[in-house]
């Protein structure tokens, strides 16, 4: 059996692939780490998507550090990771200096206030992210209100998932003044 694309990807090859899908392909947390090593210097791939790979925090710590100097990333979709506060800090710290990702989703995971607070301190920095995924994961209203305070800041987020009722009431009364 040959290659699979996202493995040449890895190693180096793959300079022309654009989107990689392994979505429930279990790669877990060492899969994403060569995932995050390969982004480092690609610069073609826009999309990513691993929803539920079990990739925890330190796949998304390391898909973090890939982010700090990849600019060509334009989606990245780690719904239903297992990512908790830890992972979703790493993310935001480094969506500070990231400028190519537009859409982050994060659903699904357990990032939970210190998560959504991290994230939401990014958003003032952040220039480039537009849309922003973070419904199911237990986000109460200190998340909320540091998401809200985030979003006051940011003039690039078109569109934020959160699908909590107290958070997402937290934040439509931010939006409607």
């Known amino acids: 059996m040959g290659r699979r694309p996202w493995q040449t990807f890895c190693s180096g090859g793959g300079q022309r692939l654009s989107s990689i899908v392994l979505n429930g392909s279990d790669i ?73 990702l537009t859409q982050l989703h994060l659903s699904d995971n357990s990032i939970g206030d210190a998560g959504a607070s991290a994230l939401g301190q990014c958003l003032v920095e952040n220039s480039t992210l537009k849309a922003l995924w973070l419904d199911g994961n237990k986000i109460g209203v200190s998340g909320g209100a540091a998401l809200s305070s985030g979003l006051g800041a940011n003039k690039t987020i078109e569109t934020i998932h959160l699908g909590t009722p107290r958070v997402g009431s937290t934040i439509h009364v931010y939006l409607d003044k």
Do not use: C, F
């Open 28 to 100: 877990g947390p060492a899969g994403a780490t060569v995932l995050g090593k390969a982004l480092q210097v690609n610069s073609t791939l826009t999309k990513l998507h691993l929803t539920q790979n079990a990739i925890a925090d330190a796949g998304a710590t390391a898909l973090a550090e890939a982010l700090r100097s990849n600019t060509t990333l334009k989606s990245l979709d780690i719904e239903s990771n297992s990512i908790g506060a830890q992972g979703a800090s790493a993310l935001a710290e480094a969506l500070k200096v990231n400028k190519g």
